[in-house]
């Protein structure tokens, strides 16, 4: 079993929304120690514990109204032993940017997404396109990239000579991200979105794809 740290790690770089409780403070013999940890989601634990099920339940029932307040709270559970302060903390998702294409417009794009509170994922499924050059971390299969994704997601595709832009957008359309973009006219573009419609994709999905990107 991953320890907290390393669970809390790996939920983070995917994006996805957590709350940690940490023990504070001791009033008592409870069946704990200061510093125990219990990592969550809404409605699970995930690794760690406050030190004894009763203690761990508590804190789950608060996770949810924590998450939803944004701000961390400190919580006192009873035992019969005594009792604990908690630390709860949420820990809200990072918007994912999917960048489709290693162009130079996605290296712009990859260095300026941190800036703007991003994480970006390159996605280049042609490895000739990797050679020689540093894409650190770049997905190359399709099929990769569904698990890497949280669900405040946003994608842009930066090469519209790809072979694959309509698989790329079907694995992305059905996750319901809030911004689609492809660059390009739509004299370039135009073509990969009737390849969708031919795939059954509907005009009404088709319509939030934005292209050209800022228009």
């Excluded at 406050?50 to 339940?57: K, P, Q």
């Excluded at 290296?107 to 650190?136: H, N």
């Amino acid at each position: 079993m991953p320890s907290v740290e390393e669970e809390f790690a790996q939920r983070l770089a995917r994006g996805e929304e957590v709350v940690l409780a940490t023990v504070i403070k001791l009033d008592g013999k409870p069946p704990s120690r200061a510093g125990a940890k219990l990592l969550m989601t809404r409605t699970a634990t995930l690794a760690g514990t406050l030190g004894c099920s009763e203690f761990d339940s508590a804190a789950l029932k608060d996770a949810a109204a924590i998450a939803d307040s944004g701000a961390p709270q400190l919580r006192t559970y009873q035992h019969d032993l005594g009792s604990i302060d908690a630390y709860l903390e949420p820990h809200t998702p990072v918007p994912t940017l999917v960048v489709f294409g290693a162009t130079p417009v996605a290296r712009a794009i990859m260095a300026w997404a941190p800036e703007l509170g991003f994480r970006a994922i390159l996605v280049e499924t042609r490895p000739e396109r990797l050679k020689g050059q540093v894409w650190p971390g770049a997905v190359t299969s399709l099929g990769e990239l569904p698990p890497l994704l949280g669900p405040d997601l946003y994608a842009v595709h930066t090469d519209h000579d790809a072979f694959d832009i309509v698989a790329a957008l079907e694995t992305i359309l059905p996750l319901e991200p809030k911004f689609v973009g492809l660059v390009g006219s739509r004299r370039h573009t135009g073509h990969h979105l009737d390849g969708l419609r031919a795939k059954g994709v509907s005009d009404d999905v088709i319509a939030h794809i934005q292209t050209p990107v800022g228009a």
